[in-house]
């Protein structure tokens, strides 16, 4: 079955550090691809989406997502991290033409002073 | 400008009672789909109607249905809750092709006793 797969369930990082969260997709054919975001008690907010074709997708809150078909990979970059990111991140994958939605696990970031 | 709403917000129920939980969109999306949340799972998709007037079964269908009730409108229905039903409940809409990104309510807290 197609899977997508987020390396790490929790990540920490200092204020003003890089941040990295890994996002996989199990199959040869690429999907739509997606990024989420969740801050507390609320729901999901999308931050990017991969469009056909590029290789860097950039998003909002200075957020980046590198997509590299070899490496069935889309992870998500920010090259500054902010105490404001602190949030959990969802990957999600759609191999239909209905946009059915499959999600990671998820990543809870946070972010310390 | 509403996008997604869920109501209600938070609900506890006791085991064997039913509920339902409603969602309207009002972006005159032709997709709507339910998904719960539970710790370290991510999103897991419960139906999810392609148009209005059709509805299909997603990966954890058991125990829940649904009513496309219009364009804007599609409930939820746990007819006998259970305590595995315990979970954070969302909505979410979209155009329906698939590199169109959903857009999520904020959300149902559900605690079934």
């Known amino acids: 079955a197609q899977s997508v797969t987020q390396l790490g369930s929790h990540v920490s990082v200092s204020e003003g550090a890089l941040v990295l969260l890994r996002c996989n997709y199990s199959?040869?054919?690429?999907?739509?691809l997606f990024w989420y975001v969740q801050y507390p008690n609320q729901g999901l907010q999308l931050l990017l989406k991969?469009?056909?074709?590029?290789?860097l997708v950039k998003g909002i809150n200075g957020f980046e997502a590198e997509f590299k078909k070899s490496e069935t990979s889309f992870h998500l970059t920010k090259p500054s991290a902010h105490m404001s990111d602190a949030a959990e991140y969802f990957c999600?994958?759609?191999?239909?033409?209905?946009?059915?939605?499959?999600f990671g696990e998820g990543t809870q970031l946070t972010v310390n002073p | 400008n509403a996008g997604v709403t869920q109501t209600p917000k938070f609900q506890v129920l006791k085991t064997g009672q039913s509920m339902t939980l409603q969602c309207a969109q009002d972006?005159?999306?032709?997709?709507m789909y339910w998904y719960r949340q539970d710790p370290g799972m991510g999103l897991r998709l419960i139906y999810y109607?392609?148009?209005?007037?059709?509805?299909d079964k997603g990966e954890v269908p058991n125990g829940y249905n649904v009513s496309r009730l219009n364009k804007r409108e599609f409930s939820l229905r746990l007819e006998s809750a259970a305590p595995s039903q315990t979970s954070v409940y969302f909505c979410?809409?979209?155009?329906?092709?698939?590199?169109?990104?959903?857009?999520f309510g904020d959300g149902t807290r559900l605690s079934i006793l």
């Open positions: 979410a809409s979209s155009p329906g092709s698939g590199n169109q990104p959903q857009h």
């Open positions: 199959s040869s054919v690429p999907p739509y």
């Open positions: 991969y469009t056909t074709g590029a290789t």
């Open positions: 999600a994958a759609s191999w239909t033409s209905g946009s059915r939605l499959t």
């Open positions: 972006m005159n999306h032709n997709s």
């Open positions: 109607s392609a148009s209005e007037g059709t509805t």
